[in-house]
T-cell receptor, first 111, second 113 residues
Framework: QKEVEQDPGPLSVPEGAIVSLNCTYS??????FMWYRQYSRKGPELLMY????GNKEDGRFTAQVDKSSKYISLFIRDSQPSDSATYLC???????????FGAGTTVTVRA | EAGVAQSPRYKIIEKRQSVAFWCNPI?????LYWYQQILGQGPKLLIQ????????DSQLPKDRFSAERLKGVDSTLKIQPAKLEDSAVYLC???????????FGPGTRLLVL
């Protein structure tokens, strides 16, 4: 079993739709949870970062962490064609900066 | 602020050949990471440097991979000899010490034939 499992996708949605992305994990030591966005042939860029359980909102993006279920989500509201990318979840324990990544979900937003 | 620079962007080699990748992190970033991203997978950490010292190389295949960060600035990752399964994108990232955000370079896309 992989340490981090991510819904494989791909997802194709119309412009303006809500995109929901999910990851599950097995390591209960994970405390920091991140979402990275990776455009084609580019390196990942940090999109959202949360510590422990709870919600965090940044503009059209909302990250949720449920540590009791070992489940994290990213929601993109009012999706735009520019949101078309691969989204990677990543996480780490509190005492180690080594990130464990999911495999990524590729999202296409159709104009 | 200039981003993380990597070269070359693409490399095609035959198996058993050697190859080297170069990374120049963001100025002032003490921590440097090399990741391997195989198609359809998330990045996997190969090695982490803090200044010119190795913090974690537990997932580096040391029989064929080596990395150095002389003078604590730019870094080189080498593969010798390459295998077919080394075909991947090699990503370099850097961060301030103790800071969460890792800034990634564009990667070097390696194809081993």
């Amino acid at each position: 079993q992989k340490e981090v499992e991510q819904d494989p996708g791909p997802l194709s949605v119309p412009e303006g739709a809500i995109v929901s992305l999910n990851c599950t994990y097995s390591n209960s030591a994970f405390q920091y949870f991140m979402w990275y966005r990776q455009y084609s042939r580019k390196g990942p860029e940090l999109l959202m970062y949360t510590y422990s359980s709870g919600n965090k909102e940044d503009g059209r993006f909302t990250a949720q962490v449920d540590k009791s279920s070992k489940y994290i989500s990213l929601f993109i509201r009012d999706s735009q064609p520019s949101d078309s990318a691969t989204y990677l979840c990543a996480m780490r324990p509190s005492n180690d900066y080594k990130l464990s990544f999911g495999a990524g979900t590729t999202v296409t937003v159709r104009a | 602020e200039a981003g993380v620079a990597q070269s070359p962007r693409y490399k095609i080699i035959e198996k058993r050949q050697s190859v080297a990748f170069w990374c120049n992190p963001i100025s002032g970033h003490a921590t440097l990471y090399w990741y391997q991203q195989i198609l359809g997978q998330g990045p996997k950490l190969l090695i982490q440097f803090q200044n010119n010292g190795v913090v974690d190389d537990s997932q580096l295949p040391k029989d064929r991979f080596s990395a150095e960060r002389l003078k604590g600035v730019d870094s080189t990752l080498k593969i010798q000899p390459a295998k077919l399964e080394d075909s991947a994108v090699y990503l370099c990232a850097s961060s301030h010490s103790g800071q969460e955000t890792q800034y990634f370079g564009p990667g070097t896309r390696l194809l081993v034939l």
